[in-house]
């Protein structure tokens, strides 16, 4: 076997381990910029704080504003931060993105939401999780190679990018049109999202947000017989899908791992449903119409099986059956949000390499699992048209989002561990990852 590869790797792991109070101290220093999203607080604040650091231990680096995209305003600019260090040329380049903004803190914390409290092993708040744990690993685990010595070949980057929780579009998808994401210039991204530190996830399902709206004709409620009613209409809209589509969305299974059980079939939520004029102010009566308009918003999450044409058709077929028997039946369908199913080769470099320090790591078999909801992914497969990215990294997906939200310690060690590893193997540093123990 290879003992310098394996030295390497025990001295690797050696400095990771050490760092563990300042991993546990970025994480705590990343969740004290409020980064909520919307609207899109302190992202400058956020960027430059990574971009600093970063500078200081001789990265490039770059920022850059997604100018236009949704949200984008001197108020709340969309600035991301993009640094890149150069090993010994003759290598690839690796990539960690992670998203710097996090969803409102909500109701029902115990803990300050942007403390950052360290406790019990743990890190707390907003973000701790979803996903300033997993920068702050993938930043010690680059920090731990370029301060071991290593030789190291090819090119390491680290992103922290906006909007990942509103789309993504002047975040990823910003950054991917301006080839950020593409080969020759990165060739193996890892996204620390949440998803616990020994599965690699290897994509998501895909979604269609829609709006329907049900039209209908005003008149006096107490003559509804002169007017058509938007709700009723409605009424034999939902019927309609209740009776036909939800047993064959259950029936639908796809071969995707996807986690939990629950999202391996297709599913359709209904997020919002308005109908009729707004109550008569002050007095909280509705108002005494027939309703002219009901609209429902509609979330489709679909299964890499299924193709958009058919899923959209299978919700308009009904709509148009009603319009040919149901009269004065009138509709209207707005899509909001297209995003298509991702899923990377389990056989490609960036699982192999994650696998195989997973295993060294933890001392178990890695597991593969794809995402319920979608990340930044899709954004580097359909507009870099980057294929060799997947996402791993510490935290606990079901504590995403939740209230007195954490991460552990440990999970970010052990985690960038395996990120630092994979990385010298994909760069070439370590070619194919060297002996297996
Ligand atoms: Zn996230």
């Known amino acids: 076997m290879d003992t310098t590869i394996a030295n390497a790797r025990d001295d690797l792991f050696g400095r990771i381990a050490a760092k563990r109070d300042e991993v546990a101290s970025l994480a705590r220093d990343l969740i004290r910029i409020p980064t909520v999203n919307p609207p899109g607080d302190a992202y400058a604040a956020c960027a430059d704080f990574i971009g600093e650091r970063l500078r200081r231990r001789g990265f490039d680096v770059a920022f850059v504003r997604g100018e236009g995209t949704p949200g984008d305003s001197d108020a709340h600019p969309r600035t991301n931060v993009v640094a890149r260090i150069e090993g010994r040329s003759g290598g690839e380049c690796v990539h960690f993105n992670s ?51 290593i030789p190291w070949t090819g090119a390491l980057e680290i992103s922290g990018t906006v909007d990942e929780e509103s789309g993504g579009f002047g975040g990823v998808a910003h950054l991917a049109r301006q080839g950020l994401f593409s080969p020759p210039r990165v060739h193996h991204v890892i996204i620390p999202e949440p998803l616990d530190p020994d599965r690699v996830c290897l994509g998501h399902r895909g979604v269609w947000w829609a709006e329907i709206e049900t039209k209908g004709r005003i008149a006096h409620g107490s ?75 509609l979330d489709r999450r679909f299964l890499i099986e299924e193709d958009l044409d058919g ?127």
């Open 99 to 149: 998203h710097i903004d996090v969803v409102e803190a909500g109701q029902g914390w115990t803990v300050d939401p942007f403390g950052g409290e360290i406790r019990d092993g743990r890190v707390w708040g907003r973000g701790a999780c979803d996903m300033k744990g997993g920068l702050a690993a993938s930043i010690v685990a680059v920090e731990a190679i370029l301060e071991s010595g």
């Open 223 to 297: 003559m509804p017989f002169l007017g058509v009613s938007a709700i009723r209409h409605m009424g034999a809209f939902l019927h309609l899908v209740e009776e036909r589509v939800y047993p064959e969305l259950a029936k639908r299974r796809t071969r995707m791992p996807v986690v939990p059980e629950g999202a391996r079939s297709s599913t359709l939520n209904f997020n919002s449903l308005h109908g009729g004029q707004a109550e008569i102010a002050g007095d909280g009566l509705p108002s005494p119409n027939v309703a002219d308009s009901c609209r429902l918003i």
């Open 311 to 437: 899923v959209k058709a299978e919700i308009l077929g009904l709509l148009e059956e009603l319009a040919a028997g149901r009269p004065d039946f009138r509709y209207a369908v707005r899509d909001l949000m297209v995003v298509h199913p991702v899923m990377t080769d389990p056989g490609a470099p960036v699982v192999r390499a994650l696998d195989r320090e997973i295993e060294r790591v933890f001392g178990r078999a890695p597991r593969h699992v794809a995402s319920p909801g979608t990340y930044d992914q899709k954004h580097i497969a359909r507009i870099g048209n980057l294929h060799d990215c997947v996402a791993y990294g510490p935290g606990i997906l079901e504590l995403a989002h939740q209230p007195d939200e954490w991460v552990g310690i440990d999970d970010m060690v052990a985690s960038a561990k395996v990120m630092a590893a994979a990385a010298l193997t994909l760069t070439g540093t370590w070619p194919d990852g060297g002996p297996r123990f």
